[in-house]
């Protein structure tokens, strides 16, 4: 069982540089979301989505991009990378369904020079 | 403004004590409230739910409590082992928010044997 599927796990980028971070689930789950986290600052939702085609804002959505255009995937565009954006970032997924609980993948390390 | 806190210091016990940590929030209407865990470099793992009209939860040696009144939410793990060491994440759902969970900064907890 793979579940939540995000590469790359660790990358370093220049300032000015943008890139791509790749979230993929295999569990048919409408929700997917993206966080980024770091020391002292918990989990801070930056975009999420309820279906394929629907994205949202969340607490962080500055200097990011996201697209949902099939179930499965939820990738995360930085368009010009800031040192700010140094962090921990992870994809999260889920049911519809009442309740349910979030499937995080394992994060992707990322530092902006 | 809406705020989510957990036990903002790292909290050390002793191998067979009971652990508790705290989660208080303000200006938000949960319907359920998660708890999960985090090990270094991994995601977070799923561990209970407690729905808002639920007082309290047990699953094996862990304990939730739910407090609308107060807004908060007490967790508890029993007979405390060293491999329950790991950052423990509250998090909420709230109503109308189109699935978005919001958590907390997390708390340290560190079992000595």
């Known amino acids: 069982n793979a579940g939540v599927t995000q590469t790359p796990k660790f990358q370093v980028l220049k300032t000015g540089q943008s890139m791509t971070l790749q979230c993929a689930q295999d569990?048919?789950?409408?929700?997917m979301s993206w966080y980024r986290q770091d020391p002292g600052m918990g989990l801070r939702l930056i975009h999420y989505?309820?279906?394929?085609?629907?994205?949202d804002q969340g607490e962080v959505p500055n200097g990011y991009n996201v697209s949902r255009s099939t179930t499965e995937d939820f990738p995360l565009r930085l368009l010009s990378a800031a040192p700010s954006q140094t962090s921990v970032y992870f994809c999260?997924?889920?049911?519809?369904?009442?309740?349910?609980?979030?499937?995080f993948g394992d994060g992707t390390r990322l530092s902006i020079l | 403004s809406q705020k989510i806190e957990q036990n903002s210091e790292a909290l050390n016990i002793q191998e067979g004590k009971t652990a508790t940590l705290t989660c208080n929030y303000t200006?938000?209407?949960?319907?359920?409230l998660q708890w999960y865990r985090q090990d270094p470099g991994r995601g977070p793992v799923f561990l209970l739910l407690?729905?808002?009209?639920?007082k309290e939860k047990r699953k094996e040696r862990l304990k939730v409590t739910f407090d609308t009144t107060l807004k908060q939410s007490l967790f508890h793990i029993t007979a405390s082992q060293p491999a329950d060491s790991a950052t423990y994440l509250c998090a909420l759902d709230v109503y109308n928010q189109g699935g978005k969970l919001i958590f907390g900064q997390g708390t340290e907890l560190s079992v000595k044997p």
């Open positions: 407690i729905r808002e009209n639920e």
């Open positions: 999260a997924s889920r049911s519809t369904g009442a309740n349910q609980p979030q499937h």
């Open positions: 200006n938000y209407s949960p319907a359920y």
């Open positions: 989505s309820v279906g394929a085609g629907i994205t």
């Open positions: 569990m048919n789950h409408e929700y």
